[in-house]
């Protein structure tokens, strides 16, 4: 079995009313990597959220295609070369807009705005409350003034002990966190620990 490929595993989207996004520039290395089948490789996935077709317009715009309980969902990569930092866009499947994230939800990929169309918004109140509590969790440990007790898109595995903490304790708490940000942005996890490869892979059954 291709590393990262985790058949049978159900067990993390136990969490149904929660989602998963993905920001645009985890697809950037998509930009130069040969058009083809690729599998993101991410346990917090479902298997139509993992596999993309990459393709090329004769326009020269890229995009991506995944196929969600059988529609298929295309996703345009779009480089702002207006910008000096050449910032990616990728277009919603559902209103075409270009945007900095989609949400993984269970049959779809969606932006924020037509999450409503699509999924409960009951969903997107309890994660709000999981950032909400999250953010407060890290301000009791690290205080408001630690670079990145807002960015939800660090982990606070290898954050500091508060130096009147004893360890029991901190372990506990930053437990409880991780705990919370594992159910909150896997995608982040995932970006913060790796190079484009260990993520994408060739779909080796085509
Ligand atoms: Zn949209």
Redesign the pocket.
């Known amino acids: 079995m291709p590393k990262g490929q985790h058949y049978g595993r159900t067990q993390t989207r136990a969490y149904t009313t929660e989602y998963y996004r993905i920001h645009a520039n985890f697809l950037k290395p998509l930009l130069t990597k040969p058009l083809g089948s690729y599998c993101i490789n991410s346990e917090f996935l479902a298997d139509g959220h993992k596999k993309l077709y990459l393709e090329e317009s004769n326009m020269g715009i890229r995009y991506v295609t995944f196929s969600i309980n059988d529609n298929l969902h295309q996703i345009a990569l779009k480089l702002d070369n207006r910008s000096a930092s050449n910032k990616l866009y990728i277009t ?1 499947p ?2 075409q ?1 270009q ?1 900095q994230h989609l949400y993984a939800i269970k049959t779809a990929y ?2 924020r ?2 999450i409503g169309l699509h999924y409960p918004s009951q969903s997107e109140r309890s994660n709000e409350r999981l950032i909400r509590r999250i953010r407060k969790l890290r301000i009791q440990l690290w205080g408001y003034d630690w670079p990145d007790v807002n960015n939800m898109f660090k982990n606070v595995r290898y954050w500091p002990k508060p130096k009147w903490m004893r360890w029991k304790t901190f372990e506990q708490k930053r437990n409880k966190i991780t705990e919370l940000e594992n159910r909150y942005w896997p995608m982040a996890v995932v970006q913060i620990k790796t190079t484009f490869n260990e993520y994408f892979m060739t779909d080796s059954k085509k």
Request: hydrophobic share 10%; with cysteine.
């Open positions: 919603c559902y209103c807009k945007r969606v932006c705005k037509c």
